[in-house]
């Protein structure tokens, strides 16, 4: 069973920054491709950031220009640094691993807030 643990979380002010990590108990390159979601309150689970194996990535339009994902191998781990944080953005960010052969994973979730 995978397990994907996410961190970083926190509380942080309009315009500020914060990253947060996933890491997972295999290696990361067994994945077709991990990423990013988020889910605000009363709304829909919604893609943020994805990167495939070969390291092709994808982001909402919402957060382009703000947010990168990117990935440490050797750790296992795929992070996510936000940028320019707007209270639109405050959400639960989930993390997510696709395996070519056993389904989807999700992680437990980290609350984001942006707030003054």
């Known amino acids: 069973q995978v397990q994907l643990v996410e961190s970083g979380g926190g509380l942080v002010q309009p315009g500020g920054s914060l990253r947060v990590s996933c890491a997972a108990s295999?290696?990361?390159?067994?994945?077709?491709?991990m990423g990013w979601f988020r889910q605000g309150p009363g709304e829909q689970r919604e893609m943020v950031a994805l990167?495939?194996?070969?390291?092709?990535?994808n982001y909402a339009d919402s957060v382009k220009g703000r947010f990168t994902i990117s990935r440490d191998i050797g750790k296992n781990t795929v992070y996510l640094q936000m940028n320019s944080l707007e209270p639109v953005d405050t959400a639960v960010y989930y993390c997510y691993a696709d395996g070519p052969a056993d389904g989807t994973y999700w992680g437990q979730g980290t609350q984001v807030t942006v707030s003054s």
């Open positions: 295999r290696n990361i390159f067994t994945f077709d491709a």
């Open positions: 990167i495939t194996r070969s390291g092709n990535r």
